[in-house]
T-cell receptor
């Protein structure tokens, strides 16, 4: 157990639907990062939150949004889902210089 | 902008042998950290080893060690006594110092350990 908790582990939904992915960072970590990994692809940075504030955005679609709550857990909302959104979505939290600790990911399948 | 390049998409090694995975990066900053992550078939991202840029000594973690050449901006991973469980995708990653910087990944090297 890495200490970063992601739920659900698997999600199957239809095109056009909306889903919410949840992440709880390790105790004490203020940063939460979201990454998308499509099949046989590298990790694409989506968004970074630090202590409730958005700090950086990467290649995140307008159909996607995220937030970090006062208890530091984060949610990634994906709407108007398309087949191409099928991917593994990782959340990670970090302490400066020690690298990221990743959750086990949410595997999203859009059918 | 910072970039990370892994020029070996795939590699293969015999069990018990040694293999080196290459990584180069580009930055004009002096305060940064480098990492190797392993992603086995389970798709879990696992931190293998980390290196602080200000340290000249190469990091070592059991069978894993790095060759950090700061002037050349090179950060290779050596796996000794390769085991079947080392079969995975390996990602080189870079982050600037500071609490709010994102981790930048290379495209990965798929390592297959053959029995």
């Amino acid at each position: 157990d890495s200490g970063v908790t992601q739920t659900p582990k698997h999600l199957i939904t239809a095109t056009g639907q909306r889903v919410t992915l949840r992440c709880s960072p390790r105790s004490g970590d203020l940063s939460v990062y979201w990454y998308q990994q499509s099949l046989d692809q590298g990790l694409q940075f989506l968004i970074h939150y630090y202590n409730g504030e958005e700090r950086a955005k990467g290649n995140i679609l307008e159909r996607f949004s995220a937030q970090q709550f006062p208890d530091l857990h984060s949610e990634l909302n994906l709407s108007s889902l398309e087949l191409g959104d099928s991917a593994l979505y990782f959340c990670a939290s970090s302490v400066t210089g020690f690298g990221y600790t990743f959750g086990s990911g949410t595997r999203l399948t859009v059918v | 902008a910072q970039t990370v390049t892994q020029s070996q998409p795939e590699m293969s090694v015999q069990e018990a042998e040694t293999v080196t995975l290459s990584c180069t990066y580009d930055t004009s900053e002096s305060n940064y950290y480098l990492f190797w992550y392993k992603q086995p078939p389970s798709r879990q991202m696992i931190l293998v080893i980390r290196q602080e840029a200000y340290k000249q000594q190469n990091a070592t973690e059991n069978r894993f060690s790095v060759n950090f050449q700061k002037a050349a901006k090179s950060f290779s991973l050596k796996i000794s006594d390769s085991q079947l469980g080392d079969t995975a995708m390996y990602f080189c990653a870079f982050i600037l110092g500071g609490a709010t910087n994102k981790l930048i990944f290379g495209t990965g090297t798929l390592l297959a350990v053959q029995p």
